[in-house]
């Protein structure tokens, strides 16, 4: 009997030691994960160790859309004030002139 990705993740975990996966050490280990499972970035974009790179995670997120809509959903459940703060920052105020635009945006007039 073949064992299912849930056992075959915590495995491979437990194998290669990622027992916390906060801060840098856990994006290390979410890259390693992503290579592990095949997803391969053959510039090697965003090397952070001999088995972890950005691209190998890239590489997965492209090709699974679900994990960016799981990513979304985690964020909008949160209502961390670091978000919310950051968020307003960048949100249109909905009573400001729909015709003013953004003052940085090119105008080819």
């Not at 990705?5 to 992503?34: F, K, P, S, T």
Request: net charge negative.
């Amino acid at each position: 009997m073949s064992r299912d990705v849930a056992e075959l993740l915590d495995a491979y975990m437990a194998q290669e030691n990622m027992h916390h996966m906060e801060g840098r050490r856990g994006v290390e280990h979410l890259c390693q994960i992503a290579g592990a499972m095949g997803y391969k970035d053959p510039q090697h974009w965003g090397q952070l160790s001999r088995k972890a790179t950005v691209g190998d995670l890239l590489a997965m997120l492209e090709d699974n859309s679900g994990m960016i809509e799981a990513m979304v959903e985690w964020i909008r459940s949160r209502n961390f004030s670091e978000f919310r703060e950051r968020l307003e920052e960048v949100v249109a105020d909905e009573e400001a002139d729909p015709g003013e635009g953004d003052p940085d945006e090119f105008d080819e007039e």
